[in-house]
């Protein structure tokens, strides 16, 4: 429990992918009308008194400064206070925990938090290039990294000491284009076989297309409020049970490891801590699968599995749609999209609608709690928020 | 006046080899360079300023000196990445040394590599330095379909001192005929007159034979340059002195411009002590400088040459930037000239931070700790050598002229531990990408990271170490070339 309760009314998100159709503002507005009509109309839009805005890359794409203003603007939200979030890929689920603090804190009853990222503005490359700058990688612009690299440099390390296999990498997205497939929101939703995965190009080795999620446009929001008026906004609020944050090198150089990612699993034994659970009272989770491997890394540091065994894991089926702990059911950010500053609040979107069992073909039945995790940069930053039906 | 000597000698080759007769094919009925079969090619990464302090860093590490003992750098070439600035100061910047180091660049002319030598001497004899390093470094190239289009590429440093072994004697210049070779002003290449004969009879051999008569006729060699095989043996003939030991390479190389007589010196000077010799360039039209050495020891000689690799005509073009591909992506960050670069400056110099309390190496310097926080840290420099960690081939790279793949990861330093220190982020380069391997040895080396507004930006690289590549004595490396 978060202070005295916060909790999750509604959700809404646009349909990811390259949607040459819209702006940044029409994103921003999809997603907002999207979660009030997911209340039915009890939602009154004046009763929300102040907004979170995740966006990562309008500096760097749009060449602008990006304020509260952003989302105020397309909104008319003006003049409740909005507060711009960045924290590289993680920004969204850092907005739904600072919204959620500040709803704890007593201050506010009912706020917005908003997730949205224009990224097909610019060629896919060079969507990718202007990426190195959300890494504070500054070592690197010269010398030639791209965000693959950042997850890519684990999976070396990870093949060497024998504990996962290409084959295991491709498997992740297998299995996410499957539930990709039943998600009327993923962007890729065409289920690709191991041998399309191993043999789509390389990008950066053994990464290829197929195990990088795409460069994506779209947008997701939540509306949260205090858990004691919840009923007064929805039969079936969702409480936001826990939220975990932790920092790690923003360098290669001087990371500790490889195989395995310091932040994902301080700010998880955190949000395990806050919420009084362990890992195996999680029945579903949404993953920051922005690389295959990623998502592996992420069984183990989240406490899934045994160190070493996210491969074993995997294969048995455990992290598929009917398994122990469904992962990404929403078809993850390899097959959903990663509009960077949206895929948190997204994430949260899933799991909102994974509890409240409406989430159709690709339901987890009976799934009570959720989880997400959300990491930014080469792992220096990850929020896991918790979630439990009501 | 102090004695003066040369107390160690080292050359660098970049590792592409272009086959003249991989040219000739697209220029049917174009001469070459007489005895030149092939010439070698920097690498996207490389200019005459990383070329430089490869030569300079191997002639320090075979005299057993340090960076710091260094007290005068000097810099000729005729193909600097500058019109204006100091490529003298972007190879200091790189070998670590000291800021009082004085530093002489000398361009413009192929005469300058000798210059240079004469100089570092001369400085030394006057107590101006105690210690100078003398280094040419050439990426020359004709206009295609010349006869001097095929010009080579490569480095050579000379180390004096007030007690190196080898002496230097007398020195001589004479100032001679009419410029048959020339680049003028905004060009990227060399005009030719071409009239092979005429320069040979009336330009190279009057300059060089006044020159060698001036030191004294009894030289047993005479390292010459910048000349071809066929030029060299008729100067040889002509002048009345022996033959030298350094020509093998040469056919190899191609003319390598101010660095061609130093690599002459270093041939002659591995090939063991005792002989008188002359060390010359000529230019035509500029004249001729020489100088007398004796090595009455053996004097410490390094070839550093990393494995060849064939790299056709295209590949040549696109090197020397004749052919250029798209231009390079938006920099994320504005160029090399900004108070952030300042700031940054060490990191040119691979010198890291070490913490007082545990002893983590921390590179690019840190001013906390990543291991255990402490405060307390002092600048060091930092090994040249380590072991893969983790490595990737990437496909898709921002980097300019370079064509994907590139590869990147990490590695540790040779000595050094550390949960977090003592690693360093690199890109790799000259490696075959099978070579690379978590575990693979490398040594890293000073090289262009990228250009914005004309305006380079060096630092430091991996390269895969092969235990065969490094050739520690002089001019008869370099095997397996592919013609």
């Not at chain 1, 069984?299 to 065994?309: T, V």
Request: net charge negative; proline share 5%.
């Amino acid at each position: 429990m978060i202070g005295p309760g916060v909790s999750v009314v509604a959700a809404g998100m646009v349909r990811f992918g390259e949607r040459f159709d819209a702006g940044y503002d029409e994103l921003a507005l999809g997603a907002w009308r999207a979660a009030l009509e997911s209340a039915g109309g009890r939602i009154d839009p004046d009763r929300v008194q102040a907004a979170w805005l995740s966006t990562a890359l309008g500096g760097l794409i749009r060449r602008e400064a990006v304020t509260g203003a952003s989302l105020a603007d397309p909104l008319g939200l003006y003049p409740r206070p909005v507060t711009r979030v960045e924290n590289a890929c993680a920004g969204g689920s850092d907005a739904v925990r600072n919204a959620a603090f500040a709803v704890a804190s007593g201050v506010y009853d009912v706020v917005l938090v908003l997730g949205v990222e224009k990224m097909r503005d610019l060629p896919t490359r060079a969507s990718l290039i202007a990426q190195r700058g959300t890494m504070s990688h500054l070592w690197w612009h010269p010398r030639g990294a791209t965000s693959p690299y950042l997850f890519a440099q684990h999976a070396t390390v990870m093949i060497e000491e024998g504990n996962l296999t290409r084959e295991d990498m491709a498997l992740v997205s297998v299995k996410n284009h499957d539930h990709g497939a039943l998600n009327p929101n993923a962007f890729m939703r065409k289920p690709v076989t191991t041998d399309q995965v191993l043999g789509s190009a390389p990008v950066c080795e053994p990464l290829t297309v197929l195990d990088c999620c795409p460069t994506t446009d779209g947008a997701a929001a939540v509306v949260l409020c205090r858990s004691d008026i919840a009923s007064s906004f929805t039969d079936a609020p969702v409480e936001l049970i826990a939220s975990g944050l932790a920092t790690d090198t923003m360098y290669s150089h001087t990371k500790s490891a490889f195989g395995m990612q310091l932040a994902p699993t301080r700010a998880a034994a955190d949000a395990y801590r806050m919420a009084g659970i362990k890992p195996s009272d999680i029945d579903v989770a949404e993953l920051h699968d922005c690389f295959s491997v990623a998502e592996l890394l992420a069984y183990e540091d989240l406490g899934f599995c045994e160190r070493g065994k996210s491969g074993v894991w995997l294969r048995a089926g455990n992290a598929s749609l009917g398994g122990t702990l469904p992962c990404n059911p929403s078809g993850g950010l390899l097959s959903k999209g990663h509009p960077i500053g949206a895929t948190g609040v997204a994430q949260l979107c899933e799991i909102f609608w994974q509890l409240r069992g409406e989430a159709g073909e690709r339901q987890v039945e009976g799934a009570r709690i959720g989880l997400t995790h959300n990491v930014g940069g080469n792992g220096q930053v990850c929020c896991v928020n918790i979630a439990r039906l009501s | 006046m102090n004695e003066a000597g040369i107390e160690g000698v080292a050359t660098y080759v970049p590792r592409g080899r272009t086959a003249v007769a991989d040219i000739r094919r697209s220029w049917p009925g174009v001469a070459g360079p007489g005895g030149v079969t092939s010439v070698s090619v920097t690498e996207f990464d490389e200019d005459v300023v990383t070329m430089a302090a490869e030569a300079a860093e191997a002639a320090l590490g075979v005299a057993g000196r340090d960076a710091l003992d260094v007290n005068m750098l000097l810099v000729a070439t005729c193909s600097s990445p500058y019109a204006e600035h100091s490529a003298a100061a972007e190879v200091a910047r790189g070998l670590g040394l000291d800021r009082s180091a004085a530093l002489v660049d000398l361009a413009g002319s192929t005469l300058g590599g000798v210059q240079a030598v004469v100089t570092a001497v001369d400085a030394v004899r006057c107590g101006r330095a105690e210690r100078a390093l003398a280094v040419a470094s050439e990426r020359r190239r004709g206009r295609p379909g010349t006869a001097v289009e095929a010009l080579g590429a490569g480095a050579a440093a000379v180390l004096v001192s007030r007690h190196g072994p080898a002496v230097v004697t007398g020195v001589a210049s004479w100032r001679h005929g009419v410029p048959t070779r020339w680049r003028p002003d905004g060009a990227d290449a060399l005009v030719h007159y071409d009239d092979s004969r005429f320069e040979m009879v009336e330009q190279v051999v009057p300059a060089l034979a006044a020159v060698v008569r001036a030191l004294g006729a009894s030289a047993g060699f005479a390292a010459l340059g910048p000349l071809d095989q066929r030029a060299r043996a008729h100067v040889h003939r002509a002048v009345g002195v022996g033959g030298e030991q350094s020509a093998s390479e040469l056919s190899e190389t191609g003319d390598l411009g101010s660095a061609g007589p130093l690599f002459a010196l270093a041939g002659h000077l591995a090939a063991g002590a005792g002989d008188l010799g002359v060390c010359a360039a000529v230019e035509p039209g500029s004249g001729a400088v020489g100088f007398l050495v004796h090595a009455a020891v053996p004097v410490p000689v390094v070839a550093k040459r990393p494995a060849p690799v064939a790299v056709g005509y295209v590949g040549y073009l696109q090197r020397a930037g004749v052919i250029e591909g798209p231009a390079p992506p938006q920099p994320v960050v504005p160029h090399a000239a900004t108070p952030a670069a300042a700031r940054d400056d060490a990191d040119g110099s691979l010198v890291g931070s070490r913490c007082d309390a545990c002893g983590s190496l921390h590179v690019p310097p840190r001013r906390v700790c990543a291991d255990c926080g402490g405060a307390d840290l002092a600048l060091e420099r930092a090994p040249r050598t380590g072991r893969i960690v983790t490595f990737n081939v990437q496909h898709i790279v921002a980097v300019h002229p370079e064509p994907a793949p590139v590869a990147v990861g990490v590695v540790r330093l040779d000595g050094e531990g550390g949960a977090r220190g003592g690693q360093v982020s690199a890109m790799f380069c000259d490696s075959e990408l099978d070579a690379l391997a978590v575990g693979a040895p490398v040594e890293l080396v000073y090289r262009r990271l990228g250009m914005e507004e004309g305006l380079v930006k060096y630092g430091w690289k991996a390269r895969v170490v092969d235990g065969d590549r490094a050739v520690i004595d002089g001019a008869t490396a370099s095997a397996g070339v592919d013609r």
